[in-house]
Nanobody
Framework: QVQLVESGGGLVQAGGSLRLSCAAS????????MGWYRQAPGKQRELVAV???????NYVDSVKGRFTISRDNAKNTVYLQMNSLKPEDTAVYYC????????????????WGQGTQVTVSS
């Protein structure tokens, strides 16, 4: 019903930048929230940044001042601009969206993208 397609990952040197994109498509009535998670080998998955339908934004402390999340509602797309990247940012980044597929849905459901690899070399 709903698909999330991520792009923008890659290999970058420390101090560099990347911009991740995630486009939602399929049966979408409205989007409650969209965000980015990441998981590094041997570590727990963590929320990196989230933006709600009301425009509220939150970041994990470790990326504040370096990452910026934004959205394009007309395109059902969320972006993550990552600047001043550090080796510890290396992880698979996943897009997650809480979506009402139809007007009859009582609760939004979570959808996940396939993930995109971000590798920051030192």
């Amino acid at each position: 019903q709903v698909q999330l397609v991520e792009s923008g990952g890659g290999l970058v040197q420390a101090g560099g930048s990347l911009r991740l994109s995630c486009a939602a498509s399929g049966s979408i009535f409205s989007i409650k929230a969209m965000g980015w998670y990441r998981q590094a080998p041997g570590k727990q998955r963590e929320l990196v940044a989230v933006i709600t339908s009301g425009g509220s934004i939150n970041y994990v402390d470790s990326v504040k001042g370096r990452f910026t999340i934004s959205r394009d509602n007309a395109k059902n797309t969320v972006y993550l601009q990552m600047n001043s990247l550090k080796p510890e940012d290396t992880a698979v980044y996943y897009c997650k969206s809480d979506i009402f597929s139809t007007r009859y849905d009582r609760r939004a459901r979570d959808y996940w993208g396939q993930g995109t690899q971000v590798t920051v070399s030192s």
